[in-house]
């Protein structure tokens, strides 16, 4: 059978679809092979590659708060620290390394000096999803071996071609922003940063999905409407629609992942007739 990579993207309350999504695939019998992840694709896809029940994952969305992982910052570069989220991240997942989870898994980020994405293939797993998650101006960048890393989505939100790199033949891309659309109001000064960075998003996506489309089996969109990436009450509607999207595109999933073997036995009949 094909080998199955999923490509998580960035969406910040939104990438709680990624959960839903997860139990559907589950529940219907798929597990990946590869998983890589951006931003809050980082933080449901590596928890999950490292083992992390998604009965946990959701028991953790119901509770959490915007204040579980916020701290105020102590320095300039960014409205709050990361020293909560790391916390939480440590009490759920623990400290792990990523070239050890059970599922083979990559994030990634941007580095501000060299202008470039980095990919966290190794190391300190909770480090990859910190770095991967810093949005900027909310949270200050990580200065690590000479690099200031924040968001990956500022370059690659749906890090999708990376699995391919990894090994795997069939590839799903979910992306939970879609085609972010302009709010007829006019938000207040943190609101343009905000929707600023989502449109330089969208230009990025529309511009890698000509480049690597081809190679990409299924690119999916929740349906999740107007929902605020940086709102977490919604977080349930998230889940439910990630959920009946993985629901909905399972059967074809599977009916790609079977094809893989058809053709397998193919190609060695062939091989042993030559």
Not at 103 to 120: G, T, Y
Request: with cysteine; net charge positive; glycine share 12%.
């Amino acid at each position: 059978m094909k080998k199955l990579g999923l490509a998580l993207g960035a969406g910040g309350a939104r990438g709680l679809a990624h959960v839903g999504f997860l139990t559907a695939l589950e529940e219907e019998g798929i597990k990946p092979d590869f998983i890589t992840g951006c931003s809050m694709g980082s933080v449901i896809g590596g928890a999950y590659a490292a083992g992390v029940s998604l009965n946990t994952m959701r028991h953790i969305v119901s509770h959490l708060r915007i204040v579980d992982l916020i701290t105020p910052a102590k320095s300039k570069g960014g409205l709050f620290g990361t020293k909560k989220m790391r916390e939480l991240l440590e009490r759920f997942i623990g400290k792990k390394q990523i070239e050890n989870l059970k599922i083979p898994f990559r994030c990634i980020a941007v580095d501000m000096l060299s202008q470039e994405i980095v990919e966290f293939s190794k190391g300190d797993l909770i480090e990859g999803i910190i770095a991967s998650s810093s949005i900027p101006a909310l949270f200050h960048p990580m200065e690590k071996d000479g690099k200031r890393l924040i968001d990956g989505g500022v370059f690659e939100r749906v890090p999708a071609h990376r699995v391919k790199e990894m090994g795997a033949d069939v590839i799903v891309a979910v992306d939970v922003l879609g085609d972010v659309g302009t709010t007829e109001e006019i938000p207040g000064t943190m609101g343009i940063l905000l929707h600023t960075f989502d449109l330089m998003g969208n230009h990025h996506t529309r511009a890698y999905h000509e480049k690597y489309g081809k190679e990409i089996d299924f690119w999916l969109d929740p349906h999740l409407g107007n929902m605020s990436q940086y709102n977490l009450k919604d977080g349930h509607f998230a889940m439910e629609q990630g959920y009946a999207l993985g629901k909905e595109y399972a059967p074809k999933i599977k009916e790609k992942l079977k094809n893989g073997r058809i053709h397998k036995k193919l190609s060695e009949i062939k091989k042993k007739e030559e």
